[in-house]
């Protein structure tokens, strides 16, 4: 098994502490702060993608929201509504993902969510689809509408068959124990 010091030694340096110093890694100080940056701006990118807020509030009318929320099978849930913190959020608290939804609809059925992609579409509104929720980076929720299938858990499972079909918010541990 070769040694911490034997390994650098091969790489051409001299090993001290944890870190190689010596030919194989010798750099001045800028050179240093140069790939400090460079590497935190990259982590910062690959696992912040933070999206822009471009807005927390949506340009439209009221009468539009009641008159869509009246076709669903589900609910609207609006920021005044007691279930909103709740129905908001993602699992993870992440700050980079924090969002205010100017309305999360909670579908209970297909036609929902088709209804809920076509009002976004008609009144420009960012649109996030969310299923379980459990997204560190926040890609189920936005600050425009949050389509919620948390409510749609229809199963059906032919174990003779071994196969299952089951709606978008059956989460994982639950189509496990139903089959």
Known sequence: MMRRREFGQKLGGTVIGAGLVGPATASTRRQFIKQAVTATATLGLLTGCKRLDLANQIDVDPDAIKKFGASLKGRIIL?????????????????????????????????????????????????????????????????????DLSGMKQMAIDPRKRVGRVDAGVLSGEFVSAA
């Open 79 to 147: 920021p005044t509504d007691p279930a909103y913190e709740r129905a908001r959020r993602v699992q993870y608290w992440n700050p980079k993902t924090e969002r205010r939804p100017a309305l999360v609809v909670r579908c209970a059925h297909a036609d929902d969510v088709v209804g809920a992609v076509e009002f976004a579409r008609r009144h420009g509104v960012e649109t996030a689809v969310r299923a379980g929720g459990h997204s560190f980076q926040g890609w189920g929720t936005s600050n425009g509408l949050v389509i």
